[in-house]
T-cell receptor, first 115, second 111 residues
Framework: EAQVTQNPRYLITVTGKKLTVTCSQNMNHEYMSWYRQDPGLGLRQIYYSMNVEVTDKGDVPEGYKVSRKEKRNFPLILESPSPNQTSLYFC??????????????FGEGSRLTVL | SQELEQSPQSLIVQEGKNLTINCTSSKTLYGLYWYKQKYGEGLIFLMM?????EEKSHEKITAKLDEKKQQSSLHITASQPSHAGIYLCGAIGGSNYKLTFGKGTLLTVNP
């Protein structure tokens, strides 16, 4: 089954404790991206990646890191989480955004709370 | 940077009524996605539009992209309670592959 898998789905952590949210897709997609969703602010892009070793900042990259060492995986790293990073996070992948009739596949979301 | 304005922000309709949600961009759209989301849950893909004047339908939902590729509308015919949720438009604004989403339209359908 084609899917984007995020882990953990729920996490409560404390300020400053490094954490990683994993994202994996089984569709051999080139494009992957991370979003956060907050009430009143909508869905905002954090980072995206066009292919292995190619990443770029979205609209809200501060406080986050990503890596794309393999095509299928795109982990989101919070080196020193702060309470303002409490949010619902989504990972997504797509074969390629241009010239396709393609869908951007989303994971089920990871709800993160930073105390 | 590109901004997407969705209107209305929220909408309450009676079951069976038709409704339209709009998505307006500050820049030319290179691709426009429509998604539906139940609050706090994942996003369900509805459709993607790329060409000016393009129109697509899925069941009772029709989406159009205007000729100038700066506005899209989502139309639901004979709404049902199952249509309730948050509708999000997302767009590719240019060659940098950034994806921007609108803030969403909350649809309530009363039986």
């Amino acid at each position: 089954e084609a899917q984007v898998t995020q882990n953990p789905r729920y996490l409560i952590t404390v300020t400053g404790k490094k954490l990683t949210v994993t994202c994996s897709q089984n569709m051999n997609h080139e494009y992957m991206s991370w979003y956060r969703q907050d009430p009143g602010l909508g869905l905002r892009q954090i980072y995206y990646s066009m292919n292995v070793e190619v990443t770029d900042k979205g609209d809200v990259p501060e406080g986050y890191k990503v890596s794309r060492k393999e095509k299928r995986n795109f982990p989101l790293i919070l080196e020193s989480p702060s309470p303002n990073q409490t949010s619902l996070y989504f990972c997504a992948s797509s074969p390629f955004l241009w010239g396709t009739d393609g869908e951007l596949f989303f994971g089920e979301g990871s709800r993160l709370t930073v105390l | 940077s590109q901004e997407l304005e969705q209107s209305p922000q929220s909408l309450i309709v009676q079951e069976g009524k038709n409704l339209t949600i709009n998505c307006t961009s500050s820049k030319t759209l290179y691709g426009l996605y429509w998604y539906k989301q139940k609050y706090g849950e994942g996003l369900i893909f509805l459709m993607m539009l790329q060409k000016g004047g393009e129109e697509k339908s899925h069941e009772k939902i029709t989406a159009k992209l205007d000729e100038k590729k700066q506005q899209s509308s989502l139309h639901i015919t004979a709404s049902q309670p199952s249509h309730a949720g948050i509708y999000l438009c997302g767009a590719i604004g240019g060659s940098n592959y950034k994806l921007t989403f609108g803030k969403g339209t909350l649809l309530t359908v009363n039986p």
